[in-house]
């Protein structure tokens, strides 16, 4: 019953926050109870895997020296598993499983030299390819009850930093994109031509279309209106 207290004043906490700092601190103080200090925050399209958007991490820097040499995130074999089953789900889940698949295999090799034991994936599915995803790593075994509190309280924090990340910006350029790009996105989303933008950011009416023009390039984007909703529906924008 303990947990289950703390996971629903944890997610009372993480929506009662208006800052991006704060609310990641909460999360934070939550999952360490867990064994658990490395976690990933994202928007990722599956079919197109240049559109990731990270919302928030936490990596040590063993992990971290790993995912940026490796290229880990873009092989992620968490987020393979993902089509298979949209639900939550943890590694030891699958490695209980009548049939052990080898991405499993694969990532708990991975994850034997780190020192960790699970992992907990949480995707919410946004239609057609495209998912939210929490995933945090473990240094123990993720019992089922832990698995419930850590999910619902994933869910509430993937939710909450849609909202503040567009608003404070972000930590890691989202989709590779600069501020000068979100800027011209942002005011693009209003109706406002490049250069009715270019007055409001101190730009010429050239500079916003090469900024947008580059925009639609990094997230593969066909059109102006494309453009906008992938910049939505990932929460570059509000």
């Not at 945090?136 to 994933?154: C, F, G, H, N, P």
């Not at 993937?158 to 350029?173: D, I, M, S, V, Y």
């Not at 790009?181 to 209003?190: N, P, V």
Request: glycine letters at 6%; charged letters at 25%.
């Amino acid at each position: 019953m303990q947990k289950t207290e703390d996971a629903a004043h944890t997610i009372f906490e993480i929506y009662s926050r208006t800052d991006y700092s704060t609310c990641v601190e909460v999360f934070l103080e939550f999952i360490s109870a867990f064994g658990i200090k490395n976690f990933t925050i994202l928007e990722t399209d599956l079919g197109c895997r240049q559109r990731d958007v990270m919302l928030a991490h936490s990596w040590d820097d063993r992990w971290r020296s790993f995912c940026l040499q490796s290229r880990h995130l873009h092989h992620d074999p968490l987020l393979a598993m993902i089509e298979r089953d949209h639900g939550a789900f943890t590694l030891s889940e699958r490695m209980d499983a009548p049939r052990v698949c080898a991405d499993t295999t694969q990532i708990l090799q991975r994850f034997s030299a780190f020192g960790w034991k699970d992992a907990l994936c949480v995707p919410i599915h946004r239609g057609g390819l495209r998912y939210g995803v929490a995933s945090l790593i473990s240094a123990r075994r993720i019992s089922a009850e832990d698995k419930a509190q850590l999910t619902a309280a994933a869910f509430a924090f993937h939710q909450r930093l849609r909202c503040l990340a567009p608003k404070e910006g972000f930590r890691t350029p989202p989709a590779g994109l600069g501020a000068d790009e979100i800027d011209c996105l942002r005011l693009l989303a209003t109706g406002l031509s490049d250069v009715k933008a270019g007055e409001m950011l101190g730009l010429g009416g050239g500079a916003v279309h090469a900024h947008i023009e580059s925009a639609k390039q990094k997230l593969a984007a066909q059109n102006r209106a494309e453009l906008v909703s992938l910049a939505h529906s990932l929460a570059i924008i509000a």
